[in-house]
């Protein structure tokens, strides 16, 4: 098969090269998926996507008029790609439900230390010769109440690091996890409720039609005062203009993002030399509670030999015209552990 690997990172090029096994012609490109770069996917079988990639339904119609019959999304998340038009068209889409949980949870802790115990300020002063600490006062985690939004995959791993941490749970999740209730003492209620008691608030749901703009106002004002929040699932779950109103009053007194609602074409680039006019992100930049990560929370050596496997499982199944269980609309069975497992040998880094 010819593929079309579009949004290729410098780090991910070596892995994806060696996922390949040299099966396929595959062939890298930079550029976003795009109205105008649409074209570029004529002559191959099946394209690959990142999280900044548009795959909406003109975009969808375009591959299909160029002939593509696959899209390998590398990553969980597929906001980005209308499913429901590519079905329609006859596209197979799969993404890779499951490539480090660990790396994201693990991500989303760090924010929640460095915030807390306001690391990269120490850092700062420290490297101007001010080692006073009278500013640098945070709380102990053990016994704070944390709250988890969505308990899948990413969740449900919080939910145990922070039980390490000796922390209390509460969780809400449309489809609560009966293990990690038994296992991690995590406390499952509504919504409301979660924001009211958590000292901390850590978001881990797809970003869907019920969950955009889910964290806005009407919710912060139920959230206790001071409260921290940790956004390392797609920015546009929260509503970021009522999270600046409520960091500039205190309300919320510590920000933790890995994700921007208008982060595409800004998070993964070098913009140094042309900063992006984002009045928006301008004004997070210049807020001191504010912890920003430009979309690295997947980012482990790990999550991305993970990622190169899968997507070429994905796009191997293809080849061989069988349905991988990693296709979206999701499907009843998901196998990726056990050939994540299988497949890892291969690499020798
Ligand atoms: P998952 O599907 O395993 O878990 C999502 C959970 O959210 C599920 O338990 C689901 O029931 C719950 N949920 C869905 N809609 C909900 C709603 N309306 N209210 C409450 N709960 C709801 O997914 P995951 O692997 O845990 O990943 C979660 C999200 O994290 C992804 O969709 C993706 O957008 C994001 N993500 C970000 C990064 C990053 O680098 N920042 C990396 C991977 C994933």
Known sequence: MKILIYSTKDFEREYLIVANENLHVVNFSRELLSESTANRAIGYDVISVFAGDDASA?????????????????????????????KELGIRVANVPEYSPY???????????????????????VHKHNYKIDNLIGFDLNRKKVGIIGTGRIGSVMAKILYGFGCWVLAYDIKPDKYIEDHYGVFYTNLQT??????????????????????????????????ILINTSRGAVVKTEDIVDALKTGRIAGLGMDVYEKENRIFFFDRSANPPQDEMLKELMSLPNVLITPHQAFATK??????????????????????????????????????????HSQFSY
């Open 58 to 86: 003109p975009i969808i119609k375009k591959l299909n008029h160029a002939g593509i019959r696959g899209i390998a999304i590398r990553g969980v998340g597929y906001d980005n790609v209308d499913i429901v038009k590519a």
């Open 103 to 125: 790396a994201v949870a693990e991500h989303a802790a760090g924010m929640i230390l460095a915030l807390n115990r306001k690391l990269i300020l120490a850092d700062q002063q």
């Open 194 to 227: 979660v924001c009211n008691e958590s000292d901390i608030i850590t978001i881990h749901t797809p970003l869907n039609e019920q969950t955009r703009y889910m964290v806005n106002k009407e919710l912060i004002d139920k959230m206790k005062p001071g409260v």
């Open 302 to 343: 790990d999550a991305i030999i993970n990622i190169a496997t899968t997507t070429f499982y994905n796009i191997n199944c293809w080849a061989e015209n069988k349905n991988s269980e990693n296709e979206l609309p999701l499907a009843e069975t998901r196998l990726v552990k056990t050939i994540m497992r299988k497949n």
